[in-house]
């Protein structure tokens, strides 16, 4: 059986890609960290993970760096020839689900607080001349 599961944070943003086919293709980097006894401290591993179609769409959308993910998939390996003609390896975590553990992102945070800011007191709404009142209940 071919399956991994981890829990980490994003070591940077999604690369999100289109694919000449058409296919979406996001790319990023999972870092975990592993506690040990004895004061020896910590040791933090970093996985490559990929993501496809509509999953892919979602992680370049929503996730950014130093999120904390859950993520299910399976370990792949591919090969490839540069043009040096040295072959290379490179294993990766295919996502087949994924769960974000430390709610939205900052480009989620950054784009409500423009939503949420209010005009300084006497300005206009673009829409009148007239001064904007704010109600306040008690």
């Avoid at 006497?122 to 209940?137: L, R, W």
Wanted: hydrophobic letters at 35%; charged letters at 25%.
């Amino acid at each position: 059986m071919n399956k991994v599961l981890l829990v980490g944070r994003l070591t940077r943003d999604p690369e999100l890609r289109t694919l000449p086919s058409g296919k979406p293709m996001a790319t990023f980097t999972i870092a975990t960290n592993e506690y040990r006894g004895n004061g020896a401290g910590e040791k933090t591993e970093y996985h490559p993970a990929v993501a496809w179609d509509r999953l892919a769409e979602i992680c370049g959308q929503f996730l950014s760096k130093g999120q904390l993910v859950d993520l299910e998939g399976r370990l792949q390996t591919r090969q490839w020839d540069d043009d040096a003609g040295l072959r290379h390896w490179k294993t990766e975590v295919v996502i087949s689900h994924l769960e974000m553990l430390s709610g939205r992102g900052k480009k989620e945070y950054a784009k409500q607080a423009g939503d949420d800011a209010t005009p300084p007191v006497g300005a206009t709404n673009g829409a009148s001349a007239e001064p904007m009142e704010a109600v306040v209940a008690l």
